[in-house]
C-alpha cells in the first residue's frame, strides 16, 4: 500500500564542483531549514542513510560528474528510488538526464527524462509559471524573476511535469518521480546568488526553493 511520508534530513552536496553551494545554504538557514554537507566520499560511500532529501547545487558540471563517477551515481539513484527526494539546481539539473551535456557528454543520473541544452549567460531572468496548482510554485502565479547562471534549457519528455518555461518555451523548472521519490529539477537559481548580489528573499524566489524540498520530501512507499 503506498503511504505519504515525511523524511527528516537535508543533505547538500559541498564537494567537488559544487562552488554555489554556500548560496544554497544561505537560502536554507534564511528558511531555518537544518542540513548536513556531504561530499563526494559520502555519497560515494553509501553515506545518505540519515537524509530524506539530496541538493545538488549550481557549479562546475564536469567537475561534479568526475568526482561522484558512476559509483557515486548509483548510490543517489538508489537513494531516490528508495523514496529519497532530489533537488537539483543548475549543475545538479544537468547531471540528472541521461546524458550530461559537458566534453565527452558521459552518462548521467538517468532519474529524470529530459534533454538538456547547454546555455551561457548569468543574471535575471522571467519565467512563466504554468502549473500554478502545483505544489512545488504554490503561491505564483504568471511570470517571475528568477536568477539564472548558465543553466540547462530543458525539454521534458513523457512522465515529467513542467512547471514553469522561460519567454523562448524551453523548460525552467520540472519534477518527476523515480521509484519511490520524486525529483525536482531547477535550470535557474531559486536560492538566489551571493556573487550576483540577488537576495532570494527580495527577488520573491525563496519560496520556490521551500515548497520543492517541503514536496521533494514526502515520498510515495515505504523507504
Known amino acids: 500500500m503506498e503511504v505519504s511520508m515525511v523524511h527528516e534530513g537535508i543533505c547538500v552536496y559541498t564537494g567537488a564542483g559544487a562552488v554555489l553551494a554556500r548560496d544554497v545554504e ?7 531549514l537544518p542540513y548536513r554537507e556531504v561530499g563526494e566520499q559520502d555519497i560515494r560511500g553509501g553515506r545518505l542513510e540519515d537524509c530524506s532529501l539530496l541538493i545538488i547545487p549550481g557549479g562546475y558540471t564536469a567537475e561534479c560528474v568526475d568526482a561522484l563517477g558512476e559509483e557515486g551515481f548509483e548510490q543517489i539513484r538508489e537513494f531516490v528510488a528508495g ?3 532530489y ?7 544537468y547531471i540528472a538526464a541521461r546524458k550530461v551535456e559537458v566534453p565527452g557528454r558521459p552518462p548521467g543520473l538517468r532519474i529524470i527524462e529530459i534533454e538538456n541544452e547547454r546555455k551561457a549567460g548569468q543574471g535575471l531572468r522571467t519565467i512563466t509559471i504554468v502549473q500554478p496548482e502545483h505544489p ?9 524573476d528568477i536568477w539564472y547562471q548558465n543553466g540547462p534549457m530543458m525539454k521534458a519528455s ?5 512547471l514553469a518555461v522561460y519567454e523562448e518555451g524551453a523548460a525552467a523548472i ?13 535550470s535557474s537559481h531559486p536560492e538566489g546568488s551571493l556573487e550576483g548580489g540577488v537576495d532570494p528573499e527580495e527577488a520573491g524566489t525563496l ?17
Open 158 to 162: 513523457e512522465g515529467v511535469e513542467t
Open 87 to 93: 533537488v537539483g539546481i543548475c549543475a545538479g539539473a
Open 174 to 186: 520540472v519534477c518527476s518521480t523515480y521509484g519511490h521519490g520524486k525529483v525536482i529539477i531547477f
Open 83 to 85: 523514496g529519497g527526494g
Open 136 to 144: 512545488v510554485v504554490k503561491g505564483y502565479e504568471g511570470e517571475a
Open 207 to 223: 519560496k520556490l526553493l521551500e515548497n520543492a524540498i517541503a514536496f521533494a520530501s514526502q515520498s510515495e512507499g515505504e523507504r
Open 26 to 32: 544561505v537560502a536554507l538557514n534564511k528558511l531555518a
